[in-house]
């Protein structure tokens, strides 16, 4: 089966919004046996979304749409389906029913407007939406599935997992996709490259290489008529590259760096702390994005280079050091695991300064874990751009983290 993607609102078409549903609804559905044809992105406007409707249906068996399914005047994703179908559509008096005790049980009145979410065209029946007001629509005519959504992402995955992708398991035919991301930190892409080289250039399984800002990851990918058929195809390739590149894997598929340690973390029953003065707290952030992040994380503390000389660093170990070094990351992580009573402790100081060769500026990073077999220490250099050194300080700590503990 093959399947179209469209993306409607004017805030995608002028780029206000990045469209994240069209890619995340695409990483879907390789796995459900469904090839995709083309993403397009649509404005509010009847006379463009039937237009693109129509074409999407001449070539594809399934048209999935997010967005346009709101109360509003602009909101014409239902009414295009109509038109597409010749169909007229009816209020729904149960789902009128259901708008109104949504808004009830907020204290609010529902506006005369959100009427029209309660349409439906007689190919149809409504996706229920406990995450918002906008229930969704699936169409069935002529052999043809038109799957709306609603636009806004917290709604439109837990929809998709808990209703859409069961109901098309069961009607999609095709090969399976399935893939593998295997993600490494430390080894350049072309000397992976040169490791790896026996598998590149293979079909079934195929192997991709990509760099990302947490580092190179390896994706293969493999297709069968069904998924343990794909799973058994790659697992050779998996194999072997594992045991290759064992010590520089710090993660798989959908982990970020912060979830990987929260995982070996939680495992190994270890705490961790930090003391930063190089990330704004966004290595605090991530890791307190990790759901049980309480049950690891015992806090730290988020400051200035200047600053290094608190916290149980002496006046004297301050100025032997200077302000920004390895030793100086090395005592930090010492400090704060001390302070925290964790059991590890992460040190991170930075400083920029012009790289001779160029105009850019380049900044050095130290970074410092203390408390795993030692002390690990990490020196890295990276352009001296402030989110760039913020993101990859944060990142390099955690990856170079789950590294320690796998």
């Not at 509010?44 to 129509?54: A, C, F, G, H, P």
Request: glycine share 8%; with cysteine.
């Amino acid at each position: 089966m093959k399947a179209d993607i469209l993306s409607i609102g004017h805030e995608l078409l002028m780029g206000e919004l990045t469209d994240s549903n069209a890619a995340w609804i695409a990483t879907r559905l390789p796995r459900l046996g469904i090839s995709l044809n083309q993403i397009s992105i649509v404005g509010d406007d009847i006379n463009r979304l039937v237009e693109t409707l129509s074409l999407a249906l001449s070539r594809s068996d399934i048209i999935i749409t997010t967005g346009g399914l709101g109360p509003t005047q602009d909101d014409l994703t239902r009414e295009a389906v109509a038109a597409v179908f010749q169909e007229i559509p009816k209020v729904q008096p149960e789902i009128v029913e259901q708008l109104e005790r949504y808004f009830e049980s907020r204290g609010q009145v529902m506006p005369q407007t959100n009427i029209k979410q309660a349409q439906l065209i007689p190919s149809a029946h409504f996706i229920p939406n406990k995450y918002g007001t906008a229930p969704g629509w699936w169409s069935e005519k002529n052999d043809k599935i038109i799957i709306n959504l609603p636009g806004p992402p917290g709604e439109m995955k837990p929809l998709w997992l808990e209703q859409i992708e069961p109901d098309l398991k069961q009607k999609a035919t095709g090969e399976i996709t399935v893939t593998r991301t295997i993600k490494t930190l430390g080894m350049s892409e072309g000397r992976i490259d040169e490791i790896l080289t026996e598998h590149f250039g293979q079909t079934n399984p195929y192997l991709g290489i990509y760099s990302k800002q947490d580092g190179i990851h390896l994706r293969i990918i493999s297709r069968a008529p069904n998924e343990s058929e794909a799973l058994q195809l790659l697992k050779p390739m998996e194999e072997s590259i594992t045991s290759q590149l064992l010590e520089y894997i710090w993660g798989y598929d959908t982990d970020t760096p912060a979830e990987s340690c929260g995982k070996l973390l939680t495992a190994q029953d270890l705490t961790v702390s930090l003391w930063d003065t190089c990330t704004g707290g966004m290595l605090a952030d991530l890791l307190t994005q990790v759901s049980n992040h309480y049950e690891f994380f015992k806090g730290g503390f988020i400051t200035t280079e200047s600053d290094t000389n608190h916290f149980g660093l002496s006046e004297s170990d301050y100025q032997n050091n200077r302000s920004i070094s390895q030793q100086t990351a090395t005592d930090m992580a010492e400090s704060i695991r001390k302070e925290m009573m964790s059991d590890i402790g992460i040190g991170i100081i930075g400083e920029t300064e012009p790289n001779e060769s160029t105009t850019i500026q380049s900044a050095n990073l130290y970074i410092s874990i203390a408390g795993v077999g030692g002390t690990s220490e990490i020196t890295t250099n990276v352009p001296a751009r402030s989110i760039t050194i913020k993101r990859r300080a944060a990142n390099t700590s955690l990856i170079e983290l789950a590294k320690l503990l796998r």
